[in-house]
């Protein structure tokens, strides 16, 4: 099955919510993990059923990690706040460089959100 992580800082928390109303009804049929604040948002704000791990600054980003060194994730959305320095910027490179490693989706803004999740539904 289909499994994807969403993931948003604070500042484009609005954005995912947005991203994922959008397209909610494709989301409901994959496997969806998130980082805490990010999941239990979106679990607020949708229907969708997310898995959630440690908020990103308690190692979140570390976990989604872990399952993309596994190959168990068909892609990730990660709308990072490209204007503000996070105290967890090793996890987050960690993340970044791991999808890279393992060839794995990574879209870090909407407009390539959107592409991906397109490229998801072929
Ligand atoms: O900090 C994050 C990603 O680096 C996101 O974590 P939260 O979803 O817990 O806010």
């Known amino acids: 099955m289909t499994r994807v992580a969403l993931i948003a ?37 949708t229907d969708l059923e997310l898995e959630r791990k440690e908020s990103g600054p308690l190692g979140g980003d570390l976990m989604i990690g872990a399952e993309v060194a596994e190959d168990r994730l068909d892609g990730i959305v990660f709308l990072r706040d490209p204007l503000r320095a996070q105290a967890h910027e090793p996890d987050i490179s960690a993340l970044l460089r791991i999808c890279d490693v393992h060839d794995t989706a990574l879209a870090t803004n909407l407009a390539s959100a959107t592409f991906l999740i397109e490229g998801l539904a072929e």
């Open 9 to 45: 800082h604070d500042e484009k928390k609005p954005d995912i919510i947005e991203f994922a109303r959008t397209h909610e009804e494709q989301l409901q049929q994959y496997e969806l993990i998130a980082t805490g604040t990010t999941g239990a948002q979106l679990m607020e704000e």
